[in-house]
């Protein structure tokens, strides 16, 4: 369960930024701006630490997309090129947000070679939005399951315990330490914490395969760094669990008196 979910926040987190870098800034270029310029100009774009990608269009070119997709050549009929030469600035996923991206666009327009910047605020807006409100609901469901889950666990771990409790009892009278009484009580919970979420494991290998197969856009097989991380967060977050459920059971056993084991 907590598996499935942290694979849903993860990948939607990558799939958010996968949008977000796709959003292009565009500077247009005055026309008195030489190639000298902007061989200047590109090359302290790409030394910025929010440059992802750049794409330098001259105004030659962005006449013949424009020619394809009106399916006639303006450029005749007009008698002259109106267009600008443009760099297309793709950013990276954490300055796709409209405050920055205000920052970044006051910015050029103090630059000397650039005319003017453009770039679709409203989607950015809106994208910036949406993006928002998923996280939170996915974060809310995430710790619900997970407290579901951490519940779950805690209770049968202490059931184990508590049917153990009169020999914890006896050990203490004998005169064993806290620590001798825990330490194998931990272990085998911890055992059965690791048993149970390579079990997970295999589960939710099985899951990111299936979906893999039937939308392969996902990548989830490729992206070695997510799948690294949900699988140790799964190892790491069984052990944790298990071993502060089982210490925090024995621990209240070995502090109770012998009457009050009846109850």
Known sequence: MVGVLGLILLKSTSVAN????????TLFLKDEVTKENIKNLRASLLKEKFTKEIVYISKEEAAKFHAKDLGEDFVKFLGANPLKNGIDLYLKAEFVTPE???????????????LEVSYDKVLIEVLTKNIQQISFWLLLISAFFGLVSILLINSSLRLSVYSKRFNIKTMQMVGATKGFIRKPFIIQGIKLGMIGSFIALLGLAAVIYYTNKHIPALQLLSDYVLLSELFGGVLITAFLITWLSTYLATQRFLNLQTDELYY
Do not use: G, L, S
């Not at 996968?18 to 800034?25: I, L, N």
């Not at 920055?100 to 650039?114: G, L, S």
């Open 100 to 114: 920055k991206m205000t920052e970044i666009e006051e910015r050029f327009q103090k630059n000397a070679f650039v």
């Open 18 to 25: 996968h949008f977000k870098e796709k959003t292009a800034m």
